[in-house]
């Protein structure tokens, strides 16, 4: 014979199983048959891990970005000990004595400064972009004047950099400001 079920208009209030009656069980059962003491125990052992694992993020996250501005800082201080030579350079040639020194010597040496500064900064990963003669590209460069051109295979190109620009290991930091040949009536 089935057990008496509450809220059941069949049911004899005597006959009622008491089991049902008590929402709350003696045991704690999400799953298995552990007791409510034991699954306090697994909550706060849960929360522990929890509280841990956060903690152990957080000091990867200061840790990742101290490493990046040390890795950082290595990288600026090796480009500028390289840049010490051409400084060194520079700080001789604003010594020396134009009484004894000629023009043509002077822009001699500052030639050889300029050619290594370029260099350094080549190595380093700067591109000097210097378009002359190339199709305009608004990605590379900034049209900042236009001249009408004298033939048609001119048309869209590049006619004079005012401003060189460059682009760091692939990545244009500044547009060459150009004049550029352009058809008349045309935007």
Do not use: C
């Amino acid at each position: 014979m089935p057990k008496n079920v509450p809220g059941d208009p069949t049911a004899n209030p005597d006959e009622t199983d008491s089991a049902a009656l008590n929402p709350e069980p003696d045991e704690w059962t999400p799953g298995s048959s552990a007791t409510a003491s034991e699954a306090a125990e697994a909550i706060a052992q849960a929360e522990d891990r929890l509280l841990r694992l956060a903690a152990e993020y957080d000091n990867y996250r200061k840790r990742t970005i101290r490493e990046k501005s040390e890795a950082f800082d290595r990288g600026a201080t090796a480009l500028v000990t390289r840049l010490l030579d051409v400084l060194d350079d520079i700080d001789r040639l604003s010594v020396s004595d134009p009484k004894t020194t000629s023009y043509q010597s002077f822009r001699a040496a500052y030639g050889v400064v300029e050619r290594k500064l370029h260099k350094e900064l080549e190595t380093a990963g700067l591109e000097r972009i210097d378009p002359v003669g190339a199709l305009f590209d608004p990605t590379q460069h900034e049209a900042v004047a236009a001249a009408a051109p004298e033939t048609d295979e001119q048309d869209h190109t590049v006619k004079a950099t005012f401003q060189a620009g460059y682009r760091y290991k692939g990545t244009v930091i500044r547009p060459a400001r150009v004049q550029v040949y352009s058809s008349p009536g045309v935007a």
